[in-house]
């Protein structure tokens, strides 16, 4: 059974930091490359990082510099860090498995002014 179970989220300040893990079971891990999206209220699901098999990143233009995609293959775990946090990051956080194309449910991040 295939499983992408995300955590981490939760509500802080502008300015702060958070650190999402998604913990992966039921197909090959390290062969996969992952990913986080968003969804902000209101508004379309969006790409936010991704992160190939051999460990290549790429970040959306508005997370560039602040938050930082990675993962342990020993663990089956894709990390996303998220640090400068701004209102406007406030949105549900997605993993995804791009080569399988399997998805989480989803955790809350929540950033006040």
């Known amino acids: 059974q295939v499983r992408l179970v995300e955590s981490g989220g939760g509500l802080v300040q502008a300015g702060g930091s958070l650190r999402l893990s998604c913990a992966a079971s039921?197909?090959?891990?390290?062969?996969?490359?992952m990913a986080w999206y968003r969804q902000p209220p209101g508004k379309q699901r969006e790409l936010v990082a991704s992160?190939?098999?051999?460990?290549?990143?790429n970040y959306a233009d508005s997370v560039k510099g602040r938050f930082t995609i990675s993962r342990d293959n020993a663990k089956n775990t894709v990390y996303l860090q998220m640090s400068n946090l701004k209102p406007e990051d406030t949105a549900v956080y997605y993993c995804?498995?791009?080569?399988?194309?399997?998805w989480g449910r989803g955790t809350q991040v929540t950033v006040s002014s």
């Open positions: 992160i190939t098999s051999t460990g290549i990143t």
């Open positions: 995804h498995s791009q080569t399988y194309d399997y």
């Open positions: 039921g197909f090959i891990f390290r062969i996969s490359a």
